[in-house]
């Protein structure tokens, strides 16, 4: 029996949907540029860097710019991203997050943050869940992106948990890949068949409860828990 002491969540696609805003600021520089940025394009970007974003972004334009030229366009894209995300308010936290989140701290589960995005404090303020977090670990404080298991790997060590006792959610592949090049155990949030690697997949957390969450990992044992 592994003991779950942590779950490391992921940030957008699993706590929010801050892929449309992101969309709406690379498709503004993708037309600044020349040509069309579409959603099933945007589909490439989630879970994945800025600047690997961007580099995304000019292979589908088939453009080539310098480094200082790339770095004052990811700027840029940030400055607009950044002003649909100082809007977010609590109502956009994905449903049933809050109610699963109060029944990890009841059952003393530590909690923390898993993201790529450097802007994650922000969104964490503005949607009034930074007190939810033990640690909180994205863009600002990794080196290497997903599937690389750096992010998950620091939120184990910060939450001074062992990483065979976290459970990370993640909506993205690369995602799901670095939660198991980290040794852990992984949800996958969204569709079975892209996210086949998790242990297993919800489609959000609407009427997801720690006893589903429980049943879920078979004799899994949740550390300090209470019946509900
Ligand atoms: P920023 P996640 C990721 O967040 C997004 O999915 C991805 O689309 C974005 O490029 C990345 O954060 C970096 O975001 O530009 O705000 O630093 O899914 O890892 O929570
Ligand atoms: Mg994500």
């Given amino acids: 029996m592994t003991t779950i002491k ?19 600021a690379w498709k503004a520089l993708a037309e600044e540029l020349g040509f069309v940025f579409t959603v099933e394009d945007n589909e490439r970007l989630k879970g994945v860097s800025r600047m690997a ?5 000019l292979e589908i334009g088939g453009l080539q710019f310098s480094e200082p030229e790339k770095l004052a366009m990811a700027e840029k894209k940030n400055t607009l ?19 699963f989140l109060q029944e990890l701290k ?13 802007n994650s404090p922000m969104i964490l303020e503005r949607i009034h869940l930074t007190e939810m977090f033990d640690a909180v670990v994205d863009g600002n404080s990794i080196t290497e992106a997903k599937p ?3 992010v998950f790997l620091k939120g184990a060590e910060w939450l001074g948990v062992l990483p065979e006792n976290c459970v990370v ?7 799901i890949e670095a939660a ?15 996210l086949g690697l998790a242990d297993f997949v919800i489609p959000g957390f ?21 019946d509900t």
């Avoid at 059952?107 to 790529?116: F, R």
């Avoid at 959610?169 to 995602?175: H, L, P, R, S, Y």
């Fill in 53 to 57: 974003s961007l580099e995304i972004l």
């Fill in 169 to 175: 959610f993640e909506d993205a592949i690369a995602g």
């Fill in 206 to 226: 609407d009427g997801f409860t720690i006893s589903k969450f429980k049943s879920a990992f078979g004799d899994t044992t949740i550390e300090n828990h209470i």
């Fill in 148 to 150: 690389n298991p750096e």
């Fill in 180 to 194: 198991r090049n980290a040794g852990m155990r992984c949800v996958g949030i969204g569709e079975p068949e892209t």
């Fill in 106 to 118: 009841n059952n003393e589960i530590k909690i923390a943050l898993g993201s790529a995005s450097k």
């Fill in 6 to 24: 942590a779950c490391i969540f992921d940030l957008d696609g699993v706590i929010v949907d801050t892929a449309k805003y992101h969309f709406i």
């Fill in 81 to 99: 991203y950044v002003t649909y995300i100082e809007e977010m308010t609590p109502e956009e936290i994905l449903p049933g997050v809050p109610h």
